[in-house]
Each structure stands twice: as C-alpha cells, then as structure tokens.
C-alpha cells in the first residue's frame, strides 16, 4: 500500500520539478503535452476547469470572437504596452469562454472557492493563459515578448507549489509571469517579473506591480 502511494507521488514531484527546471527557451506546450492536452489553435482548443485540467470544454473561436480577441489586445509600442495588452487580452479570453463552460463564478485562489462547481486552480489557469497568448503570437500581434513554459514556484518549501503562464521580454530577456489565478474569472491577470513572482509575490500582501 505504501508504494502504491508513493509512486504516484514521486511522479508528480518529478514533473512538477521538470517544469520549474525549464528555461526561457522552452516551449509553451509543455503543460498541454503534460496533460495529455492537444496544441491550442483558433480552431480548435480545450479550455481547462476542475482543478488540474480534470474537466475540459472543446471549444473553437469564431470570426466575430477572434475579432474580439484582437480589438482586447489592442495596439502596443512598447514592451511594456504589450504586457498591458496580454492582460486584457487574458481577460477577454477568460469572460468569454466562461459562459461556455460554466465557470464564470470562479473565484480568485484555490482555496477560497475550494469545491464550488466551476473553480479553476493555479493549472487551469496557467493552461488557460499560455493558450490565449499563443492565439497572440498565431495572430502575430506579438511584437516584444516570446512565448516561454509555464514557471512555477514553492514546492511545499518556502510556499505551497503555484504555476503560472510566463513570456520572455525579447530586447532584455526578462521573464514575465502572467498569473490570472489570483483574480476572479475575468479580471485582468497580473503580470510580474518572475524574480519577484518566484519570491513568492502575493498582490494581497505585497501589492500590484508597477509594471502592469
């Protein structure tokens, strides 16, 4: 009984350890191949729910949806515009496929909404996230910033293990994480340089970030 439990176990710690080792070079599919989760297209995509991508909602985008999509973004001339624009974009993205899979009550953390129907945890999220952004670069209305891995931090040493979806500032080659877990369903994520998001940055206790 006790290795059935604790091989599983080892697994899990395993993975989640891969994919904090991976660099700003690493591909923004690793959480959909981790969940065994097909590439994200306009056409033709999940959309995570239920704690860890348990429950999944096929859906597509439309041309009045992708039109959306773009008008969300908006323009930017700057990195940090466009950090702006992602925020929005993630928002937009999270109202509207929030009516279609019933998640619109999420509320903002894990553990406050903890077994209501439709809550989303820090995994959803970040698979959430980094499919919204990779619909921005199929647009190409990326300009400053690559796609990345998602990052995560914790471990269950110094704080309880969160992900979060993350992109590379092309010019410094700053990672930013753009973390929705925080915020109720279709509130704009924040984004963070990840040396303070890794330090376990908490925007109840620390505050928003100047760069957002």
């Excluded at 599983?8 to 989760?37: D, V």
């Excluded at 994480?177 to 369903?185: G, L």
Aim: with cysteine; proline share 4%; charged share 15%.
């Amino acid at each position: 009984m006790q290795r059935s439990i604790q091989v599983p176990l080892l697994l899990g710690i395993t993975m989640l350890l891969s994919a904090c080792a991976a660099g700003p070079n690493s591909s923004p599919n690793m959480i959909f191949e981790r969940k065994g989760l097909t590439k994200p297209t306009l056409a033709s995509f999940q959309y995570c729910h239920g704690y860890g991508c348990q429950k999944t909602e096929n859906l597509s985008l439309n041309t009045v949806e992708k039109s959306g999509l773009i008008t969300a973004f908006g323009t930017a001339s700057t990195a940090q515009e466009e950090r702006a624009a992602m925020a929005n974009a993630v928002a937009y993205m999270e109202r509207l496929n929030a009516a279609k899979a019933g998640t619109e009550n999420d509320v903002g953390g894990t553990f406050t909404g903890y077994g209501q129907s439709g809550q989303l945890d820090c995994e959803d999220e970040a698979a959430n996230t980094t499919t919204t952004l990779i619909f921005l670069q199929d647009l190409s209305l990326l300009k400053h910033h690559r796609l990345r891995s998602q990052v995560t931090r914790g471990f269950f040493i110094g704080g309880w293990p969160h992900t979060s979806a993350a992109v590379v500032d092309n010019q410094s080659g700053e990672n930013f994480a753009i973390d929705s877990w925080f915020e109720s369903s279709g509130v704009k994520p924040h984004v963070v340089p990840y040396d303070i998001w890794s330090s376990g940055w908490d925007p109840e206790k620390d505050g928003p970030i100047v760069v957002e």
